[in-house]
């Protein structure tokens, strides 16, 4: 089993447990290599980032925890960059590139809040058309490289959070096939890993891993690579069924490419 996970957040942003908290739970699950990514900060909405301060807190708390815990686990310290964020990533070890949001004309839309958050923007402006919706989030997530130059993509996916059973949309309709091939055909040529993320799984939303089977499929086909993370967000979700999503990936030849 995988006992690495870079996909961490803490109470610096939206999660539940303090650093130093998370890094004893790794320690306790034998894990090898722990890599912390809380959210960058985004001008526009606070609530679930960190502040300016609190990067700079943040960014000293991981470093000290990677001095005092060395003889006992590699601690990394990344970010996770929201592709509208606008700080610097060059001082971290790795950046996980994501799209939380897209922006409609003056709004930035929340992509992972709430269902209605999404069915409001669909209706206020295209008249309900979720797939309008679906096409530009992943043309938003085709230049998440581009933008926050990261190392990992973050949850492909993710705008289908709350889609479980079709709830929101068909997932075969062919406007939203289109679009998430567009962007993994524009996102293969950086070379950068998709993750297998499962973070919704642990949250409930969802009973598989971002990104769905179809579409780790054709990013294998594409040449795609993979890394599997929990995005957790408390310390007892660290590489949450990480033995499960393996066997998933196994199962369509992923792990390892």
């Known amino acids: 089993m995988i006992l690495c996970d870079l996909h961490v957040h803490t ?9 130093e908290e998370v890094v004893k739970s790794a320690i306790e699950k034998g894990m090898t290599c722990l890599g912390f990514s809380d959210h ?5 909405d606070e609530v679930y ?12 708390e991981i470093s000290a925890l990677k001095e005092k815990y060395k003889d006992k686990i590699k601690i990394l310290c990344g970010i996770e960059q929201d592709i509208f964020a606008t700080e610097p990533t060059d001082r971290y070890d790795y950046v996980i590139g994501s799209v939380h949001y897209m922006k409609i004309e003056d709004e930035y839309v929340p992509v992972d809040e709430t269902p209605q958050k999404l069915t409001d923007a669909a209706d206020k402006y295209f008249g309900g058309d979720i797939y309008k919706l679906t096409e530009i989030y992943f ?45 993994v055909d524009r996102l293969i040529p950086s070379g950068k890993p998709f993750e297998i993320n499962t973070g919704a799984i642990s949250r409930g939303y969802r009973t598989d891993p971002y990104p769905s089977k179809e579409m780790a499929e054709y990013i294998r086909d594409k040449g795609g690579k993979f890394i599997l993370s929990s995005d957790s967000h408390s310390a007892d979700t660290l590489c949450f069924v990480f033995d499960r999503a393996e066997s998933i990936a196994e199962e369509i030849e992923i792990i390892n490419r």
């Open 11 to 19: 109470n610096y942003s939206d999660g539940k447990n303090s650093p």
């Open 40 to 44: 960058s900060y985004t001008f526009f």
């Open 49 to 60: 980032c960190m502040t300016k301060a609190d990067t700079e807190n943040y960014y000293d």
């Open 139 to 183: 043309d938003t997530v085709a230049q998440v490289i581009e933008k926050t130059d990261a190392d990992i993509i973050g949850h492909f996916d993710l705008i289908s959070k709350f889609n479980e059973g079709g709830k929101m949309f068909d997932e075969s309709h062919c406007r939203y096939v289109s679009a998430w091939k567009n962007a």
